[in-house]
């Protein structure tokens, strides 16, 4: 993995490379090659998360670049290491230096490329990230309970289910979501990074 920092929007966010993927810092001009990805599966229709559509792209972009100026927020572009593609996006939010914590989440993958290890090493560069040079003592996850694929994905990165929150947040079709809540902490780290090294490795 490579660290390279991009100056050019006014904060400091990290690209982050690996042999599969690269996480770009999102641009406004991210926009059209978005919605591309998301057309893999027309994933915008989704009820149980919310991904850009053509009608919201445009306020996805500015919300997630708002919380970047303000530092609790990196958006990331999920991109093909070789071709440039872009295959989803990913950040990490909630940023609390003070208690040196996040969370990764808005991760979203092209129906293609799920469950072809690209989530896999976008994890992996962002939780490297998060503990070894944002130092953090916890990262956390949080899905949706009706998010069967999720959930398990999430478990199988190495993070432990602490519980569920009721009535999380409000859905843009009005329904009250319960919302599952994982973490790992950096004492876990260790393992959890072995663990994915083998099984990018395989």
């Known amino acids: 993995?490579?660290?390279?920092?991009?100056?050019?929007?006014?904060y400091s966010q990290p690209t982050l490379t690996g042999s599969r993927v690269?996480?770009?810092?999102?641009?406004?001009?991210?926009?059209?090659?978005?919605?591309?990805?998301?057309?893999?599966?027309?994933?915008?229709?989704?009820?149980?998360?919310?991904?850009?559509?053509?009608?919201?792209?445009?306020g996805?972009?500015?919300?997630?670049?708002?919380?970047?100026?303000?530092g609790t927020?990196?958006?990331?572009?999920?991109?093909?290491a070789v071709s440039g593609t872009a295959l989803g996006s990913t950040r990490l939010w909630k940023i609390d230096h003070a208690n040196r914590k996040l969370e990764i989440?808005?991760?979203?993958?092209?129906?293609s490329m799920q469950g072809t290890g690209v989530n896999t090493e976008a994890?992996?560069?962002?939780l490297t990230y998060a503990f070894e040079v944002l130092h953090c003592v916890r990262v956390q996850f949080t899905t949706d309970e009706i998010n069967e694929k999720s959930r398990a994905a999430i478990l199988r990165i190495g993070a432990t289910q602490e519980g569920i929150v009721r009535h999380e947040r409000i859905m843009p079709d009005g329904r009250k979501?319960?919302?599952?809540?994982?973490?790992?902490?950096?004492d876990e780290w260790p393992q959890v990074k072995a663990a994915l090294e083998r099984k990018l490795i395989g």
Not at 1 to 10: K, T
């Open 1 to 10: 993995m490579s660290l390279l920092y991009d100056q050019s929007a006014g």
């Open 22 to 58: 690269v996480l770009r810092p999102m641009t406004v001009n991210d926009g059209t090659r978005l919605l591309q990805a998301a057309s893999d599966g027309t994933l915008w229709e989704l009820k149980f998360t919310v991904i850009p559509g053509p009608e919201t792209i445009k």
């Open 60 to 70: 996805y972009i500015v919300a997630a670049l708002r919380g970047a100026q303000e």
């Open 73 to 80: 927020v990196m958006p990331f572009v999920i991109e093909d």
């Open 105 to 111: 989440g808005h991760t979203w993958l092209s129906v």
């Open 123 to 126: 994890k992996y560069l962002l």
């Open 177 to 186: 979501r319960n919302s599952v809540r994982f973490s790992i902490i950096d």
